[in-house]
């Protein structure tokens, strides 16, 4: 946990949320696909049933009817990042040309890994390039046995700096030294804070092509666990003898991924064809990936989106948040027939405030608790989301996709703490001496759903307490503001997260994400044990208690249910099964594994 990037669970959100409507005003035309039929076509034998939950998604390896091979797609794409560099850590598009040693498991059970959330374990993972590896029983080292058959793509003559070799191990080394200035090799400056995610490798020893053994610094089973989910990219040392020029033109895009990027265009297209080197095959020895080629694309209005998806230009459509409304979601039902398409919902985040604890009056918990009892958690979940009032789910800290939500234990009695009594909220707060109530301000980034927080701020009208809202043009202006304690604004904050990181960087007085101003000596006590747990088991159990404990103090306030998002697939494409698809670990994998049925 020590090792992933300590961000905010909220702001990832809110910056998908951000590339989804702001900035991008023009967009060229994207290159001709050939789609093939169009998307009234039936759909594949085992594509899922309509609106399908996320805890619903269904194994495809166990799904009836043979990949068809050859043909081509177009998804719909939020943001692609002009870095070429596999020092990238997120790397989602880049993923179709860099791999890593791990990646999630394909063929494992659904109600193992789901593939709908960010919350994976080494449990989880399979071998991508590493074809077998063993852990040294005091975790000093593990050794990594690389599958022989890998090579480099083969790019243009003009651009091909690998020319098609192998991979070696040798490249594993120099792709993590480089991360971290290990071995000689000169550190780069990353995006990525890899000494964050890193810090228990000690050295890289690379003992012949196939063969490579990594030293630990840190032993234990969680930091074994947290180095095989680091996602790093692995290239090879050509990558640094290309000049600054090169490295930003991304006809040099290259890895030993299953796609090769043939066509782009920035805020617009990126085209891709199929790795006719690449080493994984299916069980019954078909080559992956089973497309000849896809594009991405990135339309900034909705409503081209929803033309286009209802036209069959595109294939996929959706990504970690909305990206088409309500009313155009019942558009495209209303245009397609039941036939010609799959719609997946998933369950994202709740809505929150962080309460910046160094100013009163939120130092003081009947505060906090009396803010949380004064928020009608049921008239938003029903009648602004439109859900079933039993949708509405509780959390401390992390989602109870996780092994690490402590809900299932907590009593009637606690539970009754997070149901509106706005009676109960006035008492609460006279108690603590605001019979009349206060006065406070919360920053939102204005792409943000403001509507809800003005409901939020309706509701506390009622107890008294007037909650001011403010508006900033960009995320990093809302967070800063969250990080300056000097401000005594507050700024939205969110339960359900998906990473121990985050429950101590936002929560622990020495984590850097912070936002509310926490100095809790119990609390940090409990991340202490957690960022030193030496066992997995010893690791949930601490988490466990932290989860309990931060929703006891109502440090972060629920101001509704889990956020529901869909993405709609088109009939044709078979092999898919609402995998979602825009998650950093899941590109790859998935995009090799799905196929159009013409």
């Known amino acids: 946990m020590k090792k992933l990037t300590a961000l905010v669970l909220a702001l990832a959100m809110i910056l998908a949320l951000a590339a989804c409507g702001g900035g991008q005003t023009t967009t060229a035309e994207a290159p001709a696909v050939d789609q093939g039929e169009t998307a009234a076509q039936a759909p594949a034998e085992n594509a899922p049933q309509q609106a399908v939950a996320a805890d619903e998604i269904v194994n495809p390896v166990a799904?009836?009817?043979?990949?068809?091979?050859?043909?081509?797609?177009?998804?719909?794409?939020?943001?692609?990042?002009?870095?070429?560099?596999?020092?990238?850590?997120?790397?989602?598009?880049?993923?179709?040309?860099?791999e890593r040693l791990w990646s999630p498991d394909w063929e494992q059970s659904r109600d193992e890994y789901d593939w709908s959330s960010e919350y994976v374990t080494m449990d989880n993972m399979t071998g991508q390039l590493a074809e077998s590896w063993e852990v040294a029983d005091d975790y000093t080292s593990m050794t990594v046995h690389l599958r022989d058959d890998v090579k480099f793509q083969t790019l243009a003559d003009e651009y091909d700096y690998y020319g098609g070799r192998n991979l070696t191990a040798a490249d594993v080394a120099w792709s993590y030294n480089r991360l971290l200035g290990l071995d000689g090799v000169e550190k780069v400056e990353a995006e990525q804070n890899w000494e964050s995610k890193l810090p228990m490798l000690e050295s890289c020893e690379a003992v012949d092509d196939t063969t490579i053994i990594?030293?630990?610094?840190?032993?234990?089973?969680?930091?074994?666990?947290?180095?095989?989910?680091?996602?790093?990219?692995?290239?090879?040392?050509?990558?640094d003898e290309l000049s600054a020029e090169q490295q930003s033109d991304w006809h040099y895009a290259c890895g030993t991924g299953p796609f090769i990027v043939i066509d782009y265009v920035a805020d617009s297209y990126m085209k891709f064809v199929k790795n006719p080197d690449y080493y994984m095959y299916d069980e019954a020895g078909n080559q992956l990936?089973?497309?000849?080629?896809?594009?991405?694309?990135?339309?900034?209005?909705?409503?081209?989106?929803?033309?286009?998806?209802?036209?069959?230009?595109?294939?996929?459509?959706?990504?970690?948040?909305?990206?088409?409304?309500?009313?155009?979601?019942?558009?495209?039902?209303?245009?397609?027939?039941?036939?010609?398409?799959?719609?997946?919902?998933?369950?994202?985040?709740?809505?929150?405030?962080?309460?910046?604890?160094?100013?009163?009056?939120?130092?003081?918990?009947?505060?906090?608790?009396?803010?949380?009892?004064?928020?009608n958690t049921e008239l938003i979940t029903t009648q602004y989301y439109g859900l079933d009032a039993s949708e509405f789910d509780l959390f401390g800290i992390w989602s109870s996709s996780t092994n690490w939500s402590s809900v299932e234990q907590w009593d009637d009695e606690f539970k009754d703490e997070f149901k509106y009594d706005p009676d109960a909220a006035k008492l609460?707060?006279?108690?603590?001496?605001?019979?009349?109530?206060?006065?406070?301000?919360?920053v939102l980034f204005a792409m943000m759903d403001?509507?809800?927080?003005?409901?939020?701020?309706?509701?506390?009208?009622?107890?008294?307490?007037?909650?001011?809202?403010?508006?900033?043009s960009v995320p990093p202006e809302m967070q800063a503001v969250g990080m300056d304690f000097t401000d005594p604004r507050c700024i939205p904050g969110t339960v359900c997260l998906y990473n121990l990181s985050g429950g101590i960087q936002n929560y622990a007085s020495f984590g850097n994400n912070n936002n509310g101003a926490l100095e809790d000596p119990v609390l940090d006590e409990i991340c202490t044990r957690l960022l030193n747990a030496t066992t997995m088991d010893e690791q949930t159990e601490i988490a466990l208690?932290?989860?309990?404990?931060?929703?006891?103090?109502?440090?972060?306030?629920?101001?509704?249910?889990?956020?529901?998002?869909?993405?709609?697939?088109?009939?044709?494409?078979?092999?898919?099964?609402?995998?979602?698809?825009w998650k950093n670990w899941n590109v790859t994998t998935i995009l090799s594994n799905i196929w159009v049925n013409e």
């Not at 403001?450 to 809202?469: C, F, R, S």
Request: aromatic share 14%.
């Open 289 to 375: 990936p089973y497309l000849d080629g896809l594009t991405m694309v990135i339309i900034p209005d909705t409503a081209n989106r929803v033309a286009q998806f209802v036209s069959g230009s595109i294939d996929i459509l959706g990504w970690g948040n909305d990206v088409v409304n309500a009313s155009e979601k019942q558009q495209i039902r209303d245009s397609l027939s039941a036939d010609d398409y799959y719609e997946f919902t998933y369950v994202t985040n709740p809505c929150g405030i962080f309460l910046k604890q160094c100013y009163e009056p939120f130092q003081d918990k009947n505060v906090r608790l009396a803010i949380q009892k004064a928020i």
């Open 545 to 581: 208690e932290e989860d309990l404990y931060v929703a006891q103090q109502h440090y972060t306030i629920q101001c509704g249910p889990c956020e529901r998002v869909n993405s709609f697939v088109s009939g044709r494409v078979g092999g898919y099964s609402g995998e979602r698809l």
């Open 63 to 98: 799904a009836e009817g043979d990949p068809v091979m050859g043909g081509e797609i177009t998804v719909y794409w939020q943001e692609f990042y002009n870095n070429y560099d596999p020092s990238l850590a997120d790397n989602r598009n880049y993923a179709l040309w860099y």
């Open 214 to 239: 990594f030293h630990f610094a840190e032993a234990s089973e969680p930091a074994i666990n947290d180095f095989m989910i680091a996602g790093v990219c692995i290239a090879g040392p050509e990558w």
């Open 428 to 442: 609460l707060l006279a108690d603590a001496g605001y019979p009349d109530g206060f006065e406070f301000t919360i």
């Open 450 to 472: 403001v509507d809800l927080y003005t409901l939020v701020a309706e509701q506390l009208k009622e107890v008294g307490i007037t909650m001011n809202i403010e508006t900033v």
